[in-house]
Nanobody, 127 residues
Framework: QVRLVESGGGSVQAGGSLRLSCEVS????????MGWFRQAPGKEREIVAA????????WYRGSVRGRFAISRDNAKNTVFLQMNRLSSEDTAVYYC????????????????????WGQGTQVTVSS
């Protein structure tokens, strides 16, 4: 059974940075395309960033492009989300998710393409 465990959330002032990590166990990590999602209170869960199995292909939602960076270390079974210049609009529970991608270059931006999810980590940005 695949297990995803996020860490690195917390409280930070606007303009600050956080680095989220998500360690995957239970299956071959390099077989998964990965995504980071977030859900703010009263809102739908939305995709933040996605990365292909190889790590060479990435996607970002417009509001985080240039501030956030997704990366992965297949040797450590871990995907990261570096978040810089945080604002109060980034406050949410952040989730990592795994998808059994078809090609090494595949990444996915839709929730329905992801098979396994972590429990989430809270990110709170105060202005």
């Amino acid at each position: 059974q695949v297990r995803l465990v996020e860490s690195g959330g917390g409280s930070v002032q606007a303009g600050g940075s956080l680095r989220l990590s998500c360690e995957v166990s239970g299956d071959t990590f390099s077989a998964f395309a990965m995504g980071w999602f977030r859900q703010a209170p009263g809102k739908e869960r939305e995709i933040v960033a996605a990365i292909s199995r190889s790590g060479e292909d990435t996607w970002y939602r417009g509001s985080v492009r240039g501030r956030f960076a997704i990366s992965r270390d297949n040797a450590k079974n871990t995907v990261f989300l570096q978040m810089n210049r945080l604002s109060s609009e980034d406050t949410a529970v952040y989730y990592c998710a795994a998808s059994r991608g078809f090609k090494e270059s595949d990444y996915f931006t839709s929730k329905i393409m992801y098979d396994d999810w972590g429990q989430g980590t809270q990110v709170t940005v105060s202005s």
